[in-house]
Every structure is written in structure tokens, then in C-alpha cells.
């Protein structure tokens, strides 16, 4: 038969156990949030989905995990008690309220913004030509140096389309298949891209700062 003294040992783990769980998943989803289109580029459009599915299992075990520790501990204090099903609260919402994709993008241009312009105006020039492979009508896929190939996702390789005087220059964020791709795109005459270019339908198309938009065409 456990004694007083064992039961009271066991509450502080039983409380430990619920916080460190639902630290975990808070830990688990901001991760997956902030690194979602990397994880998209290493895992694959096919494996990645299911990774989140995975984690968001873990998350639905975690705040089961709390609540019902907050039944059963609720007389030993009502802070600590809550404080496993507060950080899964707040977790979720995090997750559903705070847009993660436009603020990882919005840094990821402004810190690249440079190095992006000085690649352009070396498309522009011509010094990448002899790099150039036949794109078809998607534009001419031009593979960046080794060094410069982390400013475009999916293999470091930019598309450069001509549409009757106008230039546009894409950088993936995300390769996809098919017509399924994202990205920041150069616009020589600051007009954005429309379905067609690229050969992608664009869904989705934001002014990021002069001759320079974030595109995401869909299937």
C-alpha cells in the first residue's frame, strides 16, 4: 500500500511530467511553424504533411495529458494545476494566430534583399548566361555558385522569364512540383507577375518593395 509520504513524492513528478510534456509540444510546434517550407524542401511535398501530422498527434496527447491532470491536481493548488493546459492553450494559439509563413518571409528578404539584387543585376547583365538551361516556356533556369545557392530553395537554381519588354527573375522559397511553387520575383518594370509567367497560376502575389513581389502559384 503506497504511503502518505509516497503520494505526496508522486504529485511534484505527475506535475513535472504534465509541464515538461506540454513544454515539449510547444517547443515541437513553434519549430515546425517557424522551419516549415525548409522542412518542405529536405522532407518533400509528400513527407512533410505527415510529419506535421505527427506532431500535431503529440500536441493532441499533450493537452489530453493536461487536462487531465488538471482534474486530478486541481486541489493541490490551482496555478500549477493549469499551468500544463495554459502553455497548450497558448500554444494553439500561437499556432492559429500568429502568420509565421509572412514573417519568415518577410525576414528572409530583407536579409537577403542585397545579395538577391546584386545576383539580378548580374542576370541582367549577362553574367550568368552560360549558365542558363533550356527552361521551355517556364522561363531559363540558371544555376547560381555554390556559395550563392542558399538564396534559392530546391537545388539553388533561379528562373528568368522574358515577357515582350520586361524581365522577371525568380527565387524560390519553394520549389514544389508542377505549377506549385513560391517565391521572390524581380520585376524590371515593377509590374507584378500575373498567371502565366513562369509558367505557374498565381493564388497569391504581395508587394514586398519596388520591383521586388513575393508570388505563390498553385496547381
Same mark, same amino acid.
Given at each position: 500500500m503506497q504511503t502518505t509520504a509516497d503520494q505526496v513524492e508522486t504529485k511534484p513528478k505527475t506535475r513535472s511530467t504534465a509541464l515538461l510534456v506540454a513544454l515539449c509540444a510547444l517547443g515541437v510546434v513553434l519549430f515546425v511553424s517557424v522551419f516549415r517550407w525548409t522542412l518542405v524542401e529536405y522532407l518533400t511535398p509528400f513527407l512533410e504533411p505527415l510529419f506535421e501530422m505527427v506532431v500535431g498527434v503529440f500536441f493532441i496527447?499533450?493537452?489530453?495529458?493536461?487536462?487531465?491532470?488538471?482534474?486530478?491536481?486541481?486541489?493541490?493548488?490551482?496555478? *500549477?494545476s493549469m499551468l500544463p493546459s495554459l502553455v497548450c492553450l497558448g500554444t494553439a494559439a500561437i499556432a492559429v494566430f500568429v502568420p509565421f509563413t509572412a514573417? !519568415? !518571409?518577410?525576414?528572409?528578404?530583407?536579409?537577403?534583399?542585397?545579395?538577391? !539584387?546584386?545576383?539580378?543585376n548580374d542576370v541582367l547583365a549577362g553574367t550568368y548566361e552560360n549558365r542558363t538551361e533550356g527552361g521551355g516556356g517556364r522561363g531559363d533556369l540558371i544555376a547560381l555558385p555554390a556559395h550563392l545557392s542558399y538564396l534559392s530553395s530546391g537545388g539553388g537554381e533561379i528562373v528568368r522569364f522574358h515577357h515582350q519588354d520586361r524581365t522577371l527573375i525568380l527565387f524560390f522559397s519553394f520549389r514544389g512540383v508542377l505549377d506549385s511553387f513560391s517565391?521572390?520575383?524581380?520585376?524590371?518594370?515593377?509590374?507584378?507577375?500575373t498567371s502565366g509567367d513562369f509558367?505557374?497560376?498565381?493564388?497569391? *502575389?504581395?508587394?514586398?518593395?519596388?520591383?521586388?513581389?513575393?508570388?505563390?502559384?498553385?496547381?
Open positions: 496527447v499533450a493537452l489530453i495529458w493536461s487536462l487531465v491532470h488538471l482534474i486530478k491536481a486541481w486541489k493541490s493548488g490551482l496555478v *500549477v514573417l !519568415t !518571409t518577410d525576414l528572409d528578404f530583407r536579409f537577403h534583399y542585397a545579395a538577391r !539584387t546584386a545576383v539580378v517565391g521572390f520575383v524581380y520585376s524590371s518594370d515593377d509590374i507584378p507577375p509558367g505557374g497560376q498565381f493564388a497569391e *502575389v504581395s508587394r514586398l518593395r519596388k520591383n521586388w513581389f513575393w508570388a505563390a502559384s498553385r496547381n
